[in-house]
């Protein structure tokens, strides 16, 4: 008996390993905006957000070659191509926000802004969220809701109700931006009596894990000014909105329209090549390196420097944020133009995209659609409450003619159900 | 006035980012077992294990730079190429180990052991040595003695004497292995009473990071049957130790002689790549996959896969194990035969060596000598309680030719002092 790759990968990562799809597919080549199986079958990848620029862009492997046949150490000793990374990182960031510690993974970046904020204000307590997922340290997993931590969460966390697009909190969308403000404010009065204090909220200001809510501009702020007013800090996680994935802004939060104390980012920053950053202002990295010490082997190195700064270079040079927010528009008026039944809401933050269905067994619907997409050649996911929101979150050179060949693929799928 | 690249660091890094030596080099080039600086003066590297089987590597270069240009995805779809990794790391490795969850540092390795340990026992109870680093994710650095944390250490953490070579616990070398384990006993027990319980100790089998013990086979069987009887579990650090570099075994534990359950890898292991894993026995990996959902994005994509697989290859194919023995016993007698008044001690395990001062001021005198060395052309460092202990510690290709010039100047820097 021939052992199968599900198999395989049981016997050698052990139970419980997250794949997609019912029959995982087994990818073998990317290229742009496609993907190929190893029996050659082709996928347009409406998915991943971390083969930002195309997958294996060659300016961006192009630059890991040469400096990986050059030098790989470390920022113990000086190098220019980290601080060169830095410095226009930091350029496309307003609110004072002007340095970096570079790691290797989103969930390392905000395991170090949850320490920022507890250097900055002395306290430990932490909201985040109920519906949400910003990593996987030990720390980190404590703010994720997709399984409870062994022995209970920590008390010093609280989870408060995410925002939602079909059922908003407070029962309206009017209300919504202040109803989800009052229970941060609820929320930072319990940790208050409880002796942690409120030292941050940890936000993805699109929401996308709470399943994209895509919020208008000004929605966060009754919530930042409950923040600030308990003298706690706006952990903004960029990992999935940042480097022009929104379109109108570079950064999330710069569409959003507020100002956050930190921002991490990770995938998208070198197309796939393992790096991150928790980037804030002087007066809060002043505040950390004062109270913990800190250093990351591979974090900031020079091959993932070039890296970071050639998948800049195409963002720049190939105007993707611009293309994302042409595309976005484009897409939006072919998602709107679906027809079916249980389409009860349409929405995007830039190239990221949330098709909600409604009624009973959505969530089930949704996953049968997805199954059908990939068997179509599509690659996408479902995420939000029950899983009943179709998730599309393509590569940026994704353009009109490919969101023509999903939008039709979508059509024909939801006709069949 | 021109801005250093020290204040440009300070200015895009914030204070206190550590880095090497009074004058910090600026290295732009390497190649084996050298590096060149900015301005093309040449060093010898005995210091940095991360670049493995040598600086730029071109078999490791090319796997990268062919995987880079093929695909780059994550383990949510099937591929190959980490799991004829994974099958061929854990085939290096006894004692039942033969599952992994690759991550993308020594830290995130780290995190994940500690979990694993508490999902077995049902205990948070953690105890390492009081001179050491196991990595920097807000619940490993409670591990690390460099900097006690802001608020305090956390309760569930004992930290118990490091052995020492100069200074043994209970006054002889012959006492050492049964004090260290008495302690260990009396940590537990304290644990125990205060209602964590025990769920395991975390240690480098040489002690590289508490001075290089470098102990004898056998040194650990004491502490290892106190944690057993505990019930607890052995989480081996084998960031250091591991691929080979002990020269007598492939990890460490292996030549120190004993069965740990959760084995963890880093830096080394492709050469600078940003990987590292958790390695564990099936019961273990079923008990983590349990209790905790975890995911990793970067950890396993095939680019790091292929460069773990070529590092794996060059280590084997040049013999790297079988040099480093080679090169450690020559440079160990070299090393015993220089000539100063204030050396003390002299021990390698492997192609990692320490050379131990004594005296008043011992650490400041091999502050300067390190520096004299960098001077001449030699990177290496200082480790050990007040940092008294030269070490040495470079990349694998390193040869008696290597280890000649070392020793040379070294015994030119020491007769100036």
Not at 43 to 67: E, F, K, S, T, W
């Amino acid at each position: 008996m021939t052992e199968t790759v599900a198999e395989r990968r049981a016997r050698l990562m052990g139970p419980n390993v997250p794949t997609f799809y019912r029959s995982p597919v087994h990818i073998q080549r990317g290229d742009g905006v496609w993907l190929w199986d190893k029996d050659g079958k082709r996928y347009l990848d409406c998915y991943n957000n971390v083969a930002h620029v195309g997958h294996c862009h060659p300016r961006v492997v192009q630059a890991i070659c040469a400096q990986a046949a050059t030098l790989n150490t470390h920022t113990r000793y000086h190098h220019d191509l980290v601080l060169d990374y830095i410095e226009r990182l930091t350029a496309t960031l307003d609110h004072g926000i002007s340095q970096a510690i570079m790691v290797c993974t989103g969930s390392e970046a905000n395991d170090l802004a949850l320490r920022m904020a507890q250097a900055v204000t002395g306290k430990t307590g932490i909201i985040a969220t109920d519906n949400t997922y910003h990593g996987n340290t030990a720390a980190v997993s404590q703010l994720s809701t997709r399984r409870p931590p062994i022995g209970g969460r920590a008390p010093n966390v609280r989870l408060v109700p995410a925002p939602e697009a079909l059922h908003p909190l407070g029962g309206s969308r009017a209300a919504q931006a202040q109803t989800f403000a009052d229970n941060v404010a609820r929320a930072i009065a319990e940790l208050q009596a409880e002796g942690f204090g409120f030292s941050a909220i940890m936000l993805c200001p699109v929401f996308a894990n709470e399943g994209l809510l895509a919020p208008e501009p000004g929605f966060l702020g009754p919530t930042v000014a409950v923040v600030r007013k308990a003298g706690g800090l706006i952990l903004c996680d960029e990992v999935q909105p940042g480097f022009g994935r929104v379109g109108s802004h570079f950064w999330g939060h710069d569409a959003l329209g507020f100002a956050p104390d930190v921002v991490t980012v990770g995938k998208p920053m070198a197309n796939g090549h393992p790096v991150a950053a928790c980037l804030a202002r002087p007066d809060v990295m002043a505040a950390f390196r004062d109270a913990f010490g800190y250093f990351n082997t591979f974090g900031g190195n020079p091959v993932s420097a070039a890296a970071c700064l050639a998948t800049l270079d195409v963002i720049e040079e190939e105007g993707l944020q611009a293309r994302a927010a042409q595309t976005s528009a484009y897409l939006m008026e072919r998602l709107r133009a679906l027809r079916h039944g249980r389409i009860a809401d349409v929405r995007a933050a830039g190239l990221f995209f949330g098709v909600e269905f409604a009624g009973d067994g959505a969530g089930e619907f949704v996953a049968d659609l997805v199954e059908d997409m990939v068997a179509a050649g599509f690659l996408l996911n479902r995420i939000g409450r029950n899983g009943a929101t179709l998730k599309m979150r393509p590569p940026m050179p994704f353009g009109p003619e490919h969101a023509d060949l999903l939008a039709d693929a979508l059509q024909q799928a939801l006709d069949k159900r």
